[in-house]
């Protein structure tokens, strides 16, 4: 069963809407349920990326929320207006405002109706990375854990922009892959071309989910070790969630983590990476 936290005016773009709507998959729930059901629980609190549709967020996050092995905590999954308005999702970089109003709505309604929870942690894909910790900067709620794939933001926000969020963390993860083809060459705008700006100048900004963090994470901030993906895996941006209705074999056992370099993949890839996600997710938030 999947509970949705719906922040979308509209099915298909559109903005954020007036209020925070509670499904359970297609049925409308009076969020006054809430507080009984989180009460003294842990609560994961998973959204979707960029270019998402509502059917297609939900197909994402009700997978992913089969795969994962976390049988003693709340899951609650957050869709969001992140479906680009032209150009097939080239303009993410501005979608960012609609992450950060999304955040806004979301972290009073988590305070109203979450607060009576052990603790909230969270996991996102991609974009959702920045509605996640303006979440978590602005909710007053406990808050344990985030694990962030793919992230489509700067590989310096730990550090930087929300290194407040962060630090409020008991544990962030990252996931993060070079052969994620979407981030490299749709992230950042400010490399204005290739080869203009490189990795080697002050003025670059890479993505969290090609690179992981950067260097100058301060101490008071856990970013849990081994987040990059074996490069010969050719782990996609789409890789992470799953994308049908019937989800990939799994779950996978726990603990499973990011092995090193040279790790020839597992036998079921591709069609299995969700599932490896959600079994990497699972070790990291239990």
């Not at 854990?145 to 489509?152: F, I, N, P, R």
């Not at 929300?162 to 979407?182: F, M, N, P, T």
């Not at 799994?250 to 990011?258: K, L």
């Amino acid at each position: 069963m999947t509970y949705f936290l719906n922040l979308r005016a509209q099915a298909v773009g559109g903005g954020v809407a007036g209020s925070v709507s509670l499904w359970n998959e297609n049925v409308y729930l009076d969020p006054s349920i809430l507080p009984d059901l989180v009460r003294g629980q842990d609560v994961l609190i998973a959204t979707h990326g960029f270019n998402v549709t509502q059917a297609e967020g939900m197909i994402a996050l009700s997978g992913w929320g089969s795969l994962l092995t976390l049988p003693d905590m709340v899951y609650l999954a957050v869709l969001w207006p992140g479906d680009s308005s032209w150009a097939f999702g080239l303009d993410y970089p501005v979608e960012g405002s609609e992450a950060i109003s999304s955040a806004q709505l979301l972290a009073p309604f988590l305070d109203t109706y979450c607060s009576s929870a052990m603790s909230l942690s969270f996991a996102s894909h991609s974009l959702g990375a920045r509605m996640v910790l303006e979440t978590i900067r602005r909710t007053q709620c406990p808050v344990k854990s985030a694990v962030l794939m793919a992230g489509a933001i700067d590989d310096t926000c730990l550090g930087d922009e929300y290194h407040d969020a962060a630090a409020k963390l008991e544990s962030v993860s990252v996931l993060a892959s070079k052969g994620d083809d979407v981030l490299e060459w749709a992230f950042p705008l400010g490399n204005l071309a290739s080869g203009v700006v490189t990795r080697d100048s002050p003025y670059w900004h890479g993505a969290l989910g090609r690179y992981g963090p950067s260097d100058g994470i301060p101490a008071d901030v856990t970013v849990t070790p081994l987040w990059q993906i074996p490069d010969d895996w050719n782990y996609g941006h789409h890789n992470y969630l799953p994308r049908a209705i019937v989800p990939p074999p799994g779950p996978y056992p726990v603990p499973e983590n990011i092995p090193p370099q040279g790790t020839p993949p597992p036998v079921d890839f591709p069609d299995a990476t969700p599932a490896w996600s959600a079994a990497i997710a699972s070790t990291r938030l239990a």
